[in-house]
DNA sequence: AAGTATTTGTCCGTATGTATC
DNA sequence: GGATACATACGGACAAATACT
């Protein structure tokens, strides 16, 4: 067996083991840490060191400092901790498939809200988004991009911005693990075919079908998997 | 009007600003950042203070940066941007609406693989965590995270790590913002009630009919949403 | 193959602003 | 107001990793 060869440094090494001090819970959510110069002794560092460890964990809302009198564990610590580690996981090409799995139950149930939930503005928009996007693939300058812009907005539509946001994420690292990837191996016919999908689905929403738009949308994004699956 | 008196510190400007830039496309994934050095002249700040920032960054993967090389913007650096963004509207009480929602969906759709996928150990397991619940609640020591033992167990069975590793960061949110008041709400019969939801579903798991036990656990949260709503 | 410049990793000392009692 | 504890910020120094010649 090869080593590893993680050479990890140090700020690092604290900040995993504060998170695990949360995770096991040494450190309660509301407690006041060790104040900068205290840690340092005991970490045996210096003090930058500990201030980059614990400016990272502010970042995502695991500690919070106050000036002067010292830095504490949030009370929903736990969900930056859990969030990070998403962030981990999606970022590992292992779990592209459960990436792309939660791709197609999110955007089932931003469909299901959107066709609940759209505006007569929202359904504007999104015909223009269409119409724009038809273009596009005739004049053959479509990009990958471009093909987000209807689940975005459809997503808009569903006035969760929660699942707006992580839908979001889950995109961006698709994209960027595979969207060349995808496009490349996408004829001209089949981006027609994408588009008849969308103004079907634009039609079930202006309807208010939202069993049918999840379907539909569903099914559409099941096509990239298989191209996905099929290049490998 | 009064002023916003928000004290922003030097490395966070600098988080942001990068951030920013990515999000912009003026910094392109792949490209190399200025050096330590470089970048506290341009923002005329110490280099102790570029570190916090680039330290933050690295730590949800939006930079990576190699000794003696430099830091470059990751590839995927907007998931983490975004994943960013996403922990910071659900620690904001404004869209707990939005959240619970999130859970709802979450939860049905993780509801539906696990009918599809649980093994039998896993069924086991569920029978022998609803059984200790039962105990529990007999014994009136019932507590809001033994609560959440069955729903993690279920997101277990669905074999989709990204689903659980989200769910785990929404239950843990709502938790912190919630909790108490929520099972403070809660009565023994209620609480009886919920363990016979469980059951159901694990009825249904053993039977592998996903769309009814989607239903059921939809259902099930459902109430503690209208719980939460009924004491504010 | 060896040497030099660049860049990050780490430490130290010091000064200042802020909160608490 | 004064003393204390703490976070914020600066600048200098050297080691270690890397790149280039």
Known sequence: MIKPLVRKTLHEEIVNQIMDGITNGRLQPGNRIDGEAELARQFEVSRNIVREALKSLELIGVVHTINGKGSFISEDALTGIELMRLVRMMKNENYTIDLLESRIMIEGDIAYLAAQRATKKDIEDLSIIERETEEWIKKGSYKF????????????CS????????????????????????????????????L?????????IKERKPEETKKVMQMHIMRAMRILKECE
Chains 1, 2 share one sequence.
């Open 145 to 156: 991009q471009n093909g987000l812009r209807f689940h975005m907005k459809v997503a808009e």
């Open 159 to 194: 006035k969760n911005h929660i699942m707006q946001k992580f839908l979001r994420s889950i995109s961006d690292e698709l994209t960027a693990q595979r969207g060349q990837l995808i496009l490349a191996h996408k004829s001209n016919d089949e981006l027609m075919l994408e």
């Open 196 to 204: 008849k999908e969308h103004i079907s689905m634009i039609k079930f």
